[in-house]
């Protein structure tokens, strides 16, 4: 698919406009494609940016798929629009099935593009299953197997009449072959088939494997259907710039200090491979704008870390942490007709896509949205007429039965392995009254985040937080966040109270998250409350090392010499750390006890030779005591 185009494409339908190509990539970030135009591996993004304008898009927290994608489409922030988690609540129920269309509370761009007139085609944007009624064509999120292993038996297309037709799009393009996938990892093609078996949502050439499949059928389906259709409004999204980084993204060269190099070097190539994958089919799109005289308005919803800023201590696939690899820059570019270039990159917000996007169709917008369209970016661009249409026009979806038990378990399990919710997110709830889906704990813990991190409303964050914990009292994760709203209000008891139920009830990581805890603590100059936690969390963790050496290192700048040394006493025959072995030498010096603290240096040594400063301080040690 992404390497044949059509030579011939069909004319335009008569009297059409000129086009408008929205395309959603997941998770693109400056700093690698900058890193692979530089390196040629980009060819039509850097004629893209060459030609076009390009901007530095800030998103919000939470930095969450579903949630920015659907502020893309409606130009509203979450708490007005609903979507706020992967996951929805079956209102009758209580059962937690995929996050659907239905828990969308306003209407998108498409939406009021298709009442004004304007022909319209999407596919595969995030949170639109069932398909919507437009004036156009329409292909729900439910058709990537991405998370869907299977298609819904109904509402997957509008007209209903295209159903079919992606069954067998999706049937050719599901079938990658052993060999393409080795030009993605460094592997024999009977070697990629071994690791193909492997199966399950962990599997990393399995996941691989999905993220092709769902890449070319995405881009096939928005490609054949616009080539046969010509909307004004082309919608297309493509999960997989995120998804390849989330399972490829720590094996990506540099090697970071937490892959192995047998990995690094079977791994390491394939978010690059597969990245040129989309820089071809961004030529296609490229093609169709230069042909149609249209424009083209490409973004992410968030950046992602690459480089040195990869968090290696923080899995890219483990829970609650995924989300880590995210950031809050992502990517914006502009090209084509009514573009005004410029080599300069600027700054645009997640908020003002919808804006422009109407703007560009010249349909109206919500005057009670807060973002505006970027008009620097555009010759001649009008602002849009202002018309209220939230809570007046209706979306209409077609009919679709929810998803079964087994389809929303599979659904959560590839979840899981992305690292987005924990197991425990699957259970059911308490049903809520009406017929519009409920709120998982996931939903309100997310909108706690945007309350607190982007509205900066500590009250209606507490109270979403608190919402959380009602539906499941052992949810660490709101736990922890009303801890550090406890803490950013000076309440240091508070605080504490909540930090500690957080690891108690399950939070990834206690030793690492106390151990921060207490860092920022004394990076904010909070002597006192990063001293209690860490004797709390001793206390907790006796074994934890590292934490008594933070603490030793507290009581040692508080010129407690005894204290810092009885912290790590218990360690003293057992470690093989140098590092603790250079502090509790230091420590005895401090206590005048030179000659243990040169036994001390000269263990930490023998363990690792390459210390100068520790072989300094053992000379001017052992010239004293001599």
């Known amino acids: 698919m992404e390497a044949s185009d059509p030579e011939v494409r069909p004319p335009p339908r008569p009297g059409a406009a000129p086009p408008v190509f929205w395309i959603g990539l997941d998770g693109l970030d400056w700093e690698l494609m900058d890193q692979l135009a530089a390196a040629g591996r980009l060819p039509n993004w850097s004629r893209l940016v060459a030609e076009g304008h390009s901007a530095t898009l800030q998103a919000f927290q939470p930095l969450l798929s579903p949630i920015l994608w659907t502020t893309a489409a409606t130009g509203a922030d979450p708490s007005i629009h609903g979507v706020l988690d992967f996951q929805e609540v079956e209102p009758r129920t209580g059962r937690k099935l995929p996050i659907s269309g239905f828990s969308r509370r306003v209407p998108a761009v498409w939406n009021v593009a298709s009442a004004a007139g304007k022909k319209v085609g999407v596919v595969g944007w995030w949170a639109t299953h069932p398909a919507e009624e437009v004036h156009g064509f329409f292909v729900s999120d439910r058709v990537a197997p991405l998370l869907f292993p299977d298609l819904p038996g109904t509402g997957v297309a509008f007209p209903a009449a295209l159903g079919p037709g992606v069954a067998q799009v999706r049937a050719r393009e599901g079938a990658v072959e052993d060999l393409a996938l080795a030009g993605f990892v460094r592997a024999e093609a009977s070697e990629i088939r071994a690791l193909r078996a492997e199966g399950g949502p962990h599997g990393a050439v399995a996941s691989l494997d999905r993220i092709v499949r769902a890449t070319r059928l995405s881009q096939r389906l928005a490609r054949d259907l616009y080539?046969?259709?010509?909307?004004?409004l082309m919608v297309l999204y493509l999960a997989g710039t995120?998804?390849?980084g989330h399972v490829f993204g720590s094996y990506r060269l540099p090697r970071l200090p937490c892959v192995s190099e047998a990995d690094a070097a079977r791994f390491g190539g394939a978010v690059d491979a597969y990245y040129a994958l989309v820089d071809r089919i961004l030529g296609q799109w490229m093609r169709r704008a230069q042909e149609d005289a249209g424009t083209i308005l490409l973004h992410s919803d968030h950046g992602f870390h690459w480089g040195e800023g990869r968090p290696c201590d923080l899995a890219s696939r483990g829970w609650n942490t995924a989300s880590f690899?995210?950031?809050?820059?992502?990517?914006?570019?502009?090209?084509?007709?009514r573009v005004r270039p410029s080599r300069a990159r600027g700054t645009a917000s997640l908020l003002d896509i919808a804006p422009t996007v109407s703007a560009l169709l010249e349909v109206p917008v919500d005057p009670s949205l807060r973002g505006r369209p970027m008009r620097g970016l555009f010759e001649g661009l009008k602002p849009p007429p202002p018309r209220a249409h939230f809570g007046t026009l209706a979306v209409r979806r077609l009919p679709s039965a929810p998803a079964s038990e087994a389809e929303s378990a599979e659904y959560a399990k590839k979840?899981?392995?992305?690292?987005?919710?924990?197991?425990?997110d699957s259970r059911?709830?308490?049903?809520?009254p009406g017929d519009l889906p409920g709120r998982t704990e996931g939903a309100w813990n997310n909108l706690g985040l945007y309350f607190r991190e982007t509205a900066r409303d500590p009250r209606r964050a507490r109270e979403a937080f608190e919402r959380a914990l009602e539906i499941r009292r052992d949810y660490a994760s709101p736990m922890f966040n009303l801890a550090v709203l406890h803490r950013r209000q000076g309440d240091a008891a508070g605080a504490a109270e909540w930090l500690f139920r957080a690891v108690t009830a399950g939070y990834p990581d206690p030793e690492g998250t106390l151990l921060r805890w207490a860092i920022d603590d004394l990076h904010a100059g909070r002597i006192g409350s990063a001293e209690a936690i860490l004797r709390r969390a001793v206390g907790i963790?006796?074994?934890s090392e590292r934490l008594a050496q933070q603490l030793a290192f507290i009581r040692f700048q508080e010129k407690d010499c005894s204290g810092a040394a009885g912290a790590l006493a218990r360690f003293e025959g057992s470690t093989r750390q140098p590092d603790t072995l250079n502090s509790l030498a230091m420590y005895r010096s401090c206590l005048g006890a030179r000659q243990d603290a040169a036994a001390l240096l000269e263990r930490s040594l023998a363990l690792s030779p390459d210390q100068p400063e520790a072989a300094a301080t053992l000379r001017r040690l052992r010239g004293v005591a001599e």
Request: hydrophobic content about 40%.
């Open 227 to 232: 080539d046969r259709e010509r909307p004004d």
């Open 242 to 244: 995120d998804e390849i």
């Open 325 to 337: 690899w995210h950031r809050e820059k992502g990517v914006l570019a502009a090209w084509g007709r």
């Open 415 to 424: 979840l899981v392995a992305l690292g987005y919710i924990s197991g425990a």
């Open 428 to 432: 059911a709830v308490a049903p809520e």
């Open 541 to 543: 963790h006796p074994a």
